[in-house]
Protein backbone atom coordinates (compact mmCIF):
# COMPACT_ATOMS: atom_id res chain seq x y z
CA UNK A 1 0.00 0.00 0.00
CA UNK A 2 1.41 3.16 -0.73
CA UNK A 3 1.85 5.87 1.88
CA UNK A 4 -0.05 9.05 2.23
CA UNK A 5 2.97 11.63 1.79
CA UNK A 6 3.17 15.07 1.43
CA UNK A 7 1.18 15.58 -1.60
CA UNK A 8 -2.06 14.58 0.40
CA UNK A 9 -1.70 17.80 2.71
CA UNK A 10 -4.93 19.27 1.75
CA UNK A 11 -6.90 16.19 1.93
CA UNK A 12 -9.47 15.66 4.91
CA UNK A 13 -10.47 12.60 6.01
CA UNK A 14 -13.85 12.43 8.56
CA UNK A 15 -15.12 9.97 10.51
CA UNK A 16 -18.87 9.42 10.85
CA UNK A 17 -19.68 7.02 13.44
CA UNK A 18 -22.45 6.21 15.90
CA UNK A 19 -24.17 3.12 17.41
CA UNK A 20 -27.09 0.95 15.76
CA UNK A 21 -30.10 3.00 15.35
CA UNK A 22 -28.56 6.43 16.38
CA UNK A 23 -28.68 7.68 12.89
CA UNK A 24 -25.36 7.82 10.95
CA UNK A 25 -26.40 6.65 7.97
CA UNK A 26 -29.00 9.54 7.67
CA UNK A 27 -26.62 11.72 8.51
CA UNK A 28 -24.22 10.03 5.94
CA UNK A 29 -27.23 10.58 3.12
CA UNK A 30 -27.59 14.20 3.87
CA UNK A 31 -23.66 14.62 3.53
CA UNK A 32 -23.70 12.99 0.20
CA UNK A 33 -26.70 14.52 -0.96
CA UNK A 34 -24.61 17.81 -0.38
CA UNK A 35 -22.43 16.63 -2.94
CA UNK A 36 -19.73 14.60 -0.64
CA UNK A 37 -18.47 11.49 -1.56
CA UNK A 38 -19.07 9.06 1.94
CA UNK A 39 -17.62 5.77 2.04
CA UNK A 40 -19.25 3.28 3.52
CA UNK A 41 -17.39 0.37 5.77
CA UNK A 42 -20.25 -1.83 6.04
CA UNK A 43 -20.48 -1.74 2.32
CA UNK A 44 -16.78 -2.49 2.42
CA UNK A 45 -16.84 -5.01 4.77
CA UNK A 46 -19.76 -7.36 2.87
CA UNK A 47 -17.61 -7.03 -0.24
CA UNK A 48 -14.72 -8.20 1.63
CA UNK A 49 -16.67 -11.46 2.66
CA UNK A 50 -17.92 -12.53 -0.63
CA UNK A 51 -15.06 -11.69 -2.85
CA UNK A 52 -11.87 -12.37 -0.96
CA UNK A 53 -10.94 -15.82 -0.80
CA UNK A 54 -8.67 -16.12 1.96
CA UNK A 55 -11.24 -14.30 4.36
CA UNK A 56 -14.40 -16.33 3.31
CA UNK A 57 -11.80 -19.53 3.50
CA UNK A 58 -10.85 -18.00 6.96
CA UNK A 59 -15.04 -17.70 7.49
CA UNK A 60 -15.82 -21.33 6.33
CA UNK A 61 -13.09 -22.25 8.72
CA UNK A 62 -14.17 -20.37 11.64
CA UNK A 63 -17.87 -20.52 11.18
CA UNK A 64 -18.65 -23.77 9.06
CA UNK A 65 -20.22 -23.92 5.31
CA UNK A 66 -23.23 -22.13 6.79
CA UNK A 67 -21.73 -18.77 6.86
CA UNK A 68 -22.04 -18.86 3.10
CA UNK A 69 -25.77 -19.62 1.08
CA UNK A 70 -25.48 -20.23 -2.75
CA UNK A 71 -22.30 -18.84 -2.86
CA UNK A 72 -23.05 -15.59 -1.42
CA UNK A 73 -22.78 -14.84 2.40
CA UNK A 74 -25.18 -15.82 5.27
CA UNK A 75 -25.58 -12.45 7.17
CA UNK A 76 -28.61 -13.79 8.79
CA UNK A 77 -26.81 -16.77 9.87
CA UNK A 78 -23.21 -14.95 10.73
CA UNK A 79 -25.26 -12.04 12.95
CA UNK A 80 -27.15 -14.56 15.25
CA UNK A 81 -23.51 -16.35 15.93
CA UNK A 82 -21.42 -13.28 16.68
CA UNK A 83 -24.34 -10.79 18.41
CA UNK A 84 -25.12 -13.71 20.87
CA UNK A 85 -24.04 -14.29 24.32
CA UNK A 86 -20.49 -15.55 22.92
CA UNK A 87 -18.36 -12.25 22.36
CA UNK A 88 -15.49 -14.41 21.15
CA UNK A 89 -17.16 -15.24 18.20
CA UNK A 90 -17.53 -11.59 17.30
CA UNK A 91 -14.15 -10.91 18.09
CA UNK A 92 -12.60 -14.30 15.91
CA UNK A 93 -14.71 -12.43 13.01
CA UNK A 94 -13.44 -9.05 13.16
CA UNK A 95 -10.09 -10.39 13.14
CA UNK A 96 -10.48 -12.03 9.76
CA UNK A 97 -12.58 -9.20 8.35
CA UNK A 98 -10.89 -5.95 9.96
CA UNK A 99 -7.24 -6.01 8.23
CA UNK A 100 -8.27 -6.13 4.49
CA UNK A 101 -11.31 -3.83 5.24
CA UNK A 102 -8.87 -1.44 6.45
CA UNK A 103 -6.71 -2.02 3.46
CA UNK A 104 -9.93 -1.47 1.13
CA UNK A 105 -10.61 1.93 2.84
CA UNK A 106 -7.20 3.53 2.68
CA UNK A 107 -7.37 2.30 -1.25
CA UNK A 108 -10.60 3.59 -1.46
CA UNK A 109 -9.51 7.23 0.56
CA UNK A 110 -6.40 7.13 -2.09
CA UNK A 111 -8.50 6.67 -5.51
CA UNK A 112 -10.75 9.01 -5.03
CA UNK A 113 -7.86 11.95 -3.75
CA UNK A 114 -6.62 10.81 -7.08
CA UNK A 115 -9.56 11.75 -8.90
CA UNK A 116 -9.65 15.31 -7.32
CA UNK A 117 -11.76 14.31 -4.22
CA UNK A 118 -10.74 17.06 -0.90
CA UNK A 119 -13.17 16.23 1.71
CA UNK A 120 -14.18 12.17 2.63
CA UNK A 121 -16.13 11.06 5.16
CA UNK A 122 -16.14 7.40 5.83
CA UNK A 123 -19.04 5.80 7.82
CA UNK A 124 -18.60 3.19 10.55
CA UNK A 125 -19.65 2.24 13.85
CA UNK A 126 -16.72 0.37 14.29
CA UNK A 127 -14.10 3.60 14.71
CA UNK A 128 -13.01 3.25 18.13
CA UNK A 129 -13.83 -0.58 18.88
CA UNK A 130 -11.22 -0.83 15.60
CA UNK A 131 -8.77 1.62 16.95
CA UNK A 132 -8.75 3.37 13.98
CA UNK A 133 -10.01 6.83 15.18
CA UNK A 134 -6.18 7.94 14.46
CA UNK A 135 -6.27 7.46 11.03
CA UNK A 136 -9.05 10.63 10.56
CA UNK A 137 -8.65 14.45 10.90
CA UNK A 138 -11.79 14.78 12.57
CA UNK A 139 -14.60 12.15 14.00
CA UNK A 140 -18.13 12.84 13.93
CA UNK A 141 -20.36 10.73 16.31
CA UNK A 142 -24.23 10.52 15.99
CA UNK A 143 -25.70 9.36 19.23
CA UNK A 144 -29.33 8.94 20.25
CA UNK A 145 -31.11 7.69 23.69
CA UNK A 146 -31.17 4.06 23.72
CA UNK A 147 -34.59 3.80 24.50
CA UNK A 148 -35.17 5.41 21.67
CA UNK A 149 -33.11 3.98 19.13
CA UNK A 150 -34.62 -0.12 20.01
CA UNK A 151 -38.14 2.15 19.04
CA UNK A 152 -36.77 3.04 15.56
CA UNK A 153 -34.97 -0.01 15.17
CA UNK A 154 -38.02 -2.52 16.09
CA UNK A 155 -40.13 -0.37 14.06
CA UNK A 156 -37.96 -0.19 11.00
CA UNK A 157 -36.44 -3.74 10.77
CA UNK A 158 -37.35 -6.88 11.53
CA UNK A 159 -35.41 -7.42 14.63
CA UNK A 160 -36.41 -8.12 18.40
CA UNK A 161 -35.46 -5.90 21.06
CA UNK A 162 -33.39 -8.39 22.60
CA UNK A 163 -31.38 -8.71 19.28
CA UNK A 164 -31.20 -5.28 19.34
CA UNK A 165 -29.51 -4.90 22.95
CA UNK A 166 -27.18 -7.45 22.21
CA UNK A 167 -25.99 -5.66 19.43
CA UNK A 168 -26.03 -2.29 21.56
CA UNK A 169 -24.04 -4.21 23.80
CA UNK A 170 -21.00 -5.39 21.35
CA UNK A 171 -20.77 -1.09 20.11
CA UNK A 172 -19.31 2.11 21.70
CA UNK A 173 -22.01 3.53 23.96
CA UNK A 174 -22.99 6.89 23.56
CA UNK A 175 -21.00 8.25 27.08
CA UNK A 176 -18.40 6.98 24.99
CA UNK A 177 -18.84 8.59 21.68
CA UNK A 178 -19.27 11.70 23.11
CA UNK A 179 -16.18 11.95 25.49
CA UNK A 180 -14.37 10.72 22.43
CA UNK A 181 -15.44 12.53 19.30
CA UNK A 182 -14.60 15.82 17.85
CA UNK A 183 -18.19 16.53 17.29
CA UNK A 184 -21.13 14.86 18.13
CA UNK A 185 -24.41 15.44 16.72
CA UNK A 186 -27.54 14.55 19.20
CA UNK A 187 -30.32 12.74 17.22
CA UNK A 188 -33.47 12.46 19.52
CA UNK A 189 -35.35 14.97 17.76
CA UNK A 190 -37.07 15.35 14.35
CA UNK A 191 -35.57 14.24 11.09
CA UNK A 192 -35.04 18.46 10.18
CA UNK A 193 -33.80 19.31 13.52
CA UNK A 194 -30.98 16.33 12.70
CA UNK A 195 -30.80 17.92 9.09
CA UNK A 196 -29.90 21.19 10.64
CA UNK A 197 -27.46 19.78 13.32
CA UNK A 198 -25.70 17.58 9.99
CA UNK A 199 -25.91 21.07 7.83
CA UNK A 200 -24.30 22.87 10.81
CA UNK A 201 -21.40 20.17 11.66
CA UNK A 202 -20.47 20.33 8.20
CA UNK A 203 -19.78 24.36 7.52
CA UNK A 204 -17.25 24.00 10.69
CA UNK A 205 -15.35 21.09 9.51
CA UNK A 206 -15.09 22.54 6.09
CA UNK A 207 -13.65 25.69 7.07
CA UNK A 208 -10.87 23.17 9.35
CA UNK A 209 -7.59 22.10 8.75
CA UNK A 210 -6.58 18.53 8.13
CA UNK A 211 -4.18 17.23 10.56
CA UNK A 212 -1.71 16.51 7.62
CA UNK A 213 -0.93 12.51 8.66
CA UNK A 214 1.83 11.09 6.07
CA UNK A 215 0.89 7.95 6.51
CA UNK A 216 -2.53 6.48 7.30
CA UNK A 217 -2.03 2.89 6.94
CA UNK A 218 0.57 3.32 10.06
CA UNK A 219 -1.83 5.03 11.42
CA UNK A 220 -5.03 2.93 11.93
CA UNK A 221 -3.27 -0.12 12.03
Not at 1 to 18: A, S
Not at 48 to 56: D, L, P
Not at 80 to 87: E, H, K, L, P, Y
Not at 124 to 129: C, E, K, P, R, V
Request: no cysteine; hydrophobic share 40%; aromatic share 6%.
Amino acid sequence: MEEINDENDDLLVIGLTGGIGAGKSVVASIFAERGFVVINTDDLAKDVMATNSEVSKAIRAEFGEAAFKDGKLNSQFLGSIVFGDNSEKLDRLNRIVHPPVIDAMIAKIEELHKSGEKVLFVESALIYSAGIDDGFDYVIAVVADDELRIKRLTESRSINESEIRKRMSTQTSKEQLISLADFTIENNGTINDLSQSANFILAMIQSLPPKNFQNLKENIL
